[in-house]
């Protein structure tokens, strides 16, 4: 049986939802997205998972891995690896490869 950081870390994985190294990007896409829809929190463990779509942080939600073996790539041009917009985002210990630009950052707008 792992630590508590590792049965935490196992109900958030991506691996958790569907998505492993080997998935097709469109698979990855959809267990990201299962994860944040699941919990504010998306844990890439080690190893290299391609994405299609970019991956939205839109508040107070935190993607993290296990240092630079734990890659996100996107290996299209047109598409964001990882676009953040909203408050209390974090992103921490990930490699983010390919895409437009590995991470954009939005402003929110506020009303006058």
Known sequence: MGNAADLVNATRSIKTFGGSPSAAAAVNDAAIAAAFAATSFCYIPEGTYDISAE??????????????????????????????????????????????????????????
Do not use: M, P
């Not at 299209?76 to 676009?83: C, S």
């Open 55 to 112: 991956v939205v942080l839109s508040g107070s939600k935190r993607l993290y891995g296990d240092g630079a073996a734990s890659v996100l790539r996107n290996n299209g041009t047109t598409v964001n690896v990882v676009g953040v917009t909203g408050q209390r985002n974090q992103i921490s210990n990930l490699l983010l490869q390919g895409g437009n630009i590995g991470l954009s950052l939005r402003g929110e707008t506020q009303a006058a």
